[in-house]
């Protein structure tokens, strides 16, 4: 589609003139506010099946411009919901070294340094993530907050490449690890609300989870991932940084969020 931005002309106050989803309902990110929670005890634990990713398993890690992205097998999947939502991609949202804060969702106002996504589609109904993308029923990304603190050596394993794909467009294959390491240690504790794509062309299609514990990586992983990244091509006369690429908090209207844990 055509280009867009997190700031300037293209930037994301513009979004809706090119993608109509981006200024409607049901948007996504927004600040978990405690006025909005409510406890739902049918929340049942996240079963990630298939994250462990064995050292052959080749991974394609990229950047697309508007993100660090790693491709993921299909055979990776959510089970435990409604239906089984298989995965596609993980990506990251992050700040930049002046402005550490870079998280998309907001908890009581609390930005946090970054924040990594890992997009599902539901396969029970569609056989791809293009066929489900703009679907209410299509998409499921598992959300978790990131803070700056001690070194995580599951973020190691892809961040010790990024320096091969510092320009658009440019790819790199990396060993698979075991994703379930980059989650946080309980998966039963999280936020659930109903939202969208946090990019254009922002369709209302996302059930977020978003974990209630937060993970950490060192203040030198946060500044490679903050300042190795470029959002223009490497023959782009101007290189064009590739940080403080989240959208700013959306209303929540009458949305309520529902908790799985208690206090
Ligand atoms: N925060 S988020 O989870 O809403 C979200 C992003 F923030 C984001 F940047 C991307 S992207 O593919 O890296 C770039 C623009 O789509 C995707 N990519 C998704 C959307 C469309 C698509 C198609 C195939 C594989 C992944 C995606 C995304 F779902
Ligand atoms: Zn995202």
Redo the contacts with the bound molecule.
């Keep these: 589609g055509a280009k867009w931005t997190y700031t300037g002309p293209e930037g994301q106050s513009q979004w809706p003139k090119h993608y109509p989803y981006c200024g409607g309902a049901y948007q996504?990110p927004i600040d978990i506010k405690s006025d909005l929670l409510r406890f739902d005890p049918t929340l049942r634990p996240i079963e990630v099946r298939d994250y462990n990713l064995l050292p052959n398993e080749q991974l394609t890690l990229g950047n697309?411009g508007?993100?660090v992205?790693i491709s993921l097998p299909s055979k990776m999947h959510i089970s435990g919901l409604p239906h089984r939502y298989t995965a596609?991609?993980l990506?990251f949202?992050w700040g930049s070294p002046s402005r550490p804060g870079g998280s998309?969702h907001l908890v009581n106002s609390k930005q946090y340094a970054a924040e990594l996504?890992i997009?599902h589609f539901n396969s029970d109904k569609y056989p791809n993530?293009?066929m489900a993308?703009d679907k209410s029923d299509g998409?499921a990304?598992l959300g978790v907050l990131i803070e700056v603190g001690e070194f995580n050596p599951a973020f190691e394993k892809f961040l010790k490449f990024v320096n091969g794909i510092k320009y658009r467009d440019q790819r790199v294959k990396v060993p698979g690890f075991n994703m379930r390491a980059l989650l946080p240690a309980r998966l039963d504790e999280y936020y659930r609300y109903d939202g969208?794509?946090?990019?254009?062309p922002c369709y209302p299609s996302?059930l977020w989870t978003l974990f209630r514990n937060h993970v950490t990586i060192s203040r030198k992983q946060f500044l490679s991932l903050a300042t190795a990244l470029y959002s223009s091509h490497a023959q782009d006369s101007a290189p064009v940084p590739l940080n403080g690429?989240y959208r700013k908090p959306q209303l929540a209207d009458t949305r309520v969020v529902l908790v799985s844990f208690k206090e």
């Design positions: 996504s697309n508007h993100s992205q596609a991609q990506h949202h998309e996504h997009v993530m293009s993308v998409l990304v969208s794509l946090t990019t254009p996302v690429n």
